[in-house]
């Protein structure tokens, strides 16, 4: 995530943290529903899908790039007591270890340029164990709200593009939903999230 993009966050952070606004978003919402067992929150923001997961008994790793949020939300996990690992690291310089039952990336991903992009799909994919579930949400092209991004690097995937991905390489397709919402200056957001499951007995996972 670049240094425009991670200032860029950090400040809307720290307006929702003084807001105390900590509502899962609507995607969280949908990550929800499928984490189980060893969590991934790569690009947590500040942390809300993590604290939900955790205290449903998940174990989670929650990562991003924004000192803001990896420190409120280590606050809020250690006064809950619960079992959450605040990361702070960027995407590119995350250091992997083992596999995962659930990999989340909620909004991450279009930071960097496409190449680094799907690198770090393979990184996510790689790491979701056998019978695992990835749940990837990307801004995709049709998106003219673009402040976020400034004059740095960044990919806005092709609308089925991550669906594809997965199924090529045998993955099994839960869903894929595309999501459009206003944005400003009569700008949109448009948004795809795609939940896929990885093959049972897979050769290239990386085991716990």
Same mark, same amino acid.
């Given at each position: 995530? %670049? %240094?425009?993009?991670? +200032?860029?966050?950090?400040?809307?952070?720290?307006?929702? &943290?003084?807001?105390?606004? !900590?509502?899962?978003?609507?995607? @969280?919402?949908?990550?929800? /529903?499928?984490? !189980?067992?060893?969590?991934?929150?790569? =690009?947590?923001?500040?942390?809300?899908?993590?604290?939900?997961?955790?205290?449903?008994?998940?174990? &989670?790793?929650?990562?991003? +790039?924004?000192?803001?949020?990896?420190?409120?939300?280590?606050?809020?996990?250690?006064? /809950? =007591?619960?079992?959450?690992?605040?990361?702070?690291?960027?995407?590119?310089?995350?250091?992997?270890?083992?596999?995962?039952? %659930?990999?989340?990336?909620? #909004?991450?991903?279009?930071?960097?340029?496409?190449?680094?992009?799907?690198?770090?799909?393979?990184?996510?994919?790689? !790491?979701?164990?056998?019978? #695992?579930?990835?749940?990837?949400?990307?801004? &995709?092209?049709?998106?003219?709200?673009?402040?976020?991004?400034? /004059?740095?690097?960044?990919?806005?995937?092709? @609308?089925?593009?991550?669906?594809?991905?997965? @199924?090529?390489?045998?993955?099994?397709?839960?869903?894929? @939903?595309?999501?459009?919402?206003?944005?400003?200056?009569?700008?949109?957001?448009?948004?795809? %999230?795609?939940?896929?499951?990885?093959?049972?007995?897979?050769? #290239?996972? &990386?085991?716990?």
């Amino acid at each position: 995530m %670049t %240094t425009h993009s991670v +200032a860029f966050f950090d400040r809307q952070f720290q307006q929702q &943290v003084a807001a105390g606004q !900590h509502d899962l978003n609507p995607f @969280e919402r949908v990550a929800l /529903a499928h984490c !189980h067992g060893r969590v991934l929150d790569f =690009g947590c923001g500040l942390g809300n899908l993590a604290l939900h997961a955790a205290s449903q008994g998940c174990r &989670v790793d929650a990562v991003d +790039a924004s000192p803001t949020a990896i420190e409120s939300l280590a606050r809020r996990a250690a006064g /809950a =007591g619960l079992p959450i690992t605040p990361v702070l690291a960027a995407a590119e310089s995350f250091a992997w270890r083992g596999c995962y039952d %659930t990999v989340v990336s909620i #909004g991450l991903l279009m930071f960097l340029d496409c190449d680094q992009a799907w690198a770090l799909m393979e990184r996510l994919a790689e !790491h979701t164990c056998p019978d #695992g579930t990835a749940v990837v949400n990307v801004l &995709v092209e049709g998106t003219t709200y673009m402040d976020m991004f400034g /004059a740095d690097p960044h990919c806005l995937f092709a @609308e089925t593009a991550l669906a594809q991905w997965f @199924e090529s390489r045998g993955w099994q397709l839960i869903s894929s @939903e595309l999501s459009e919402f206003a944005a400003p200056h009569d700008s949109v957001k448009r948004f795809v %999230t795609v939940v896929a499951r990885r093959c049972a007995v897979d050769a #290239g996972a &990386v085991r716990q």
